[in-house]
């Protein structure tokens, strides 16, 4: 939903498909990115063609393609018949693609919640690259003015960021315990990383 403040008024643009849309960022070329954390892809809305671009980020196995590929003939069940989900230890079937950043050269990096790794894509050639991450449930992300990520470690109470001209990690414990820090933003004009924690309340 696109909504007008001036004519108070709000614009339905249809996906063509994909399931439940996540995180919303736009970039330097007014193209709007989110996730699809259930289908496990990433959408693109360009804004002057008012057409949608949808890219499928890779299954971590055949069964857990299998789940992705059959979720059109799922939701097509009614819902008081349709079959509730059964996901193993790894979550396989829902890897949820969750936070999502524009960098500055318009390239886009994902965080994979229950996959526990990273994915960036490349707009211009549509080029998907996934890069492990080693720590557990990476929520949100958001990329400074350097072009480092920082990513909260939900279920390891840790602030990570990561290099990807080094492609190394570091990460920062946070000063609480069982924080699960949810969300985080970063003040580029100050050079400061806010944090929120959900069980702390700070």
Same mark, same amino acid.
């Given at each position: 939903?696109?909504?007008?403040?001036?004519?108070?008024?709000?614009?339905?643009?249809?996906?063509?498909?994909?399931?439940?849309?996540?995180?919303?960022?736009?970039?330097?070329?007014?193209?709007?990115?989110?996730?699809?954390?259930?289908?496990?892809?990433? +959408?693109?809305? =360009?804004?002057?063609?008012? $057409?949608? %671009?949808?890219? *499928?980020? #890779?299954?971590? !196995?055949?069964?857990?393609?299998?789940?992705?590929?059959?979720?059109?003939?799922?939701?097509?069940?009614?819902?008081?018949?349709?079959?509730?989900?059964?996901?193993?230890?790894?979550?396989?079937?829902?890897?949820?693609?969750?936070?999502?950043?524009?960098?500055?050269?318009?390239?886009?990096?994902?965080?994979?919640?229950?996959?526990?790794?990273? +994915?960036?894509? =490349?707009?211009?050639?549509? $080029?998907? %690259?996934?890069? *492990?991450? #080693?720590?557990? !449930?990476?929520?949100?992300?958001?990329?400074?003015?350097?072009?480092?990520?920082?990513?909260?470690?939900?279920?390891?109470?840790?602030?990570?960021?990561?290099?990807?001209?080094?492609?190394?990690?570091?990460?920062?414990?946070?000063?609480?315990?069982?924080?699960?820090?949810?969300?985080?933003?970063?003040?580029?004009?100050?050079?400061?990383?806010?944090?929120?924690?959900?069980?702390?309340?700070?």
């Amino acid at each position: 939903l696109e909504f007008d403040p001036v004519s108070k008024q709000f614009i339905n643009h249809s996906m063509p498909g994909g399931y439940y849309p996540h995180t919303i960022r736009m970039d330097s070329q007014d193209r709007v990115w989110f996730t699809l954390a259930v289908s496990s892809q990433v +959408a693109m809305f =360009d804004r002057q063609t008012a $057409e949608f %671009t949808l890219y *499928d980020l #890779p299954a971590r !196995g055949i069964k857990e393609w299998l789940i992705l590929k059959s979720l059109p003939l799922v939701f097509a069940i009614d819902p008081e018949n349709r079959p509730l989900p059964s996901p193993d230890r790894e979550s396989t079937g829902l890897p949820m693609p969750y936070g999502i950043d524009v960098a500055a050269d318009d390239s886009i990096w994902v965080a994979r919640l229950y996959a526990n790794d990273l +994915a960036h894509i =490349d707009a211009a050639s549509g $080029e998907v %690259t996934m890069v *492990d991450f #080693p720590y557990n !449930g990476p929520r949100r992300l958001r990329i400074y003015a350097d072009g480092m990520l920082w990513i909260v470690a939900f279920q390891d109470s840790l602030l990570v960021k990561y290099n990807p001209k080094t492609q190394m990690f570091s990460h920062y414990e946070l000063p609480v315990v069982n924080e699960v820090p949810y969300a985080l933003n970063v003040d580029k004009a100050r050079g400061v990383v806010w944090v929120n924690g959900n069980q702390s309340d700070t």
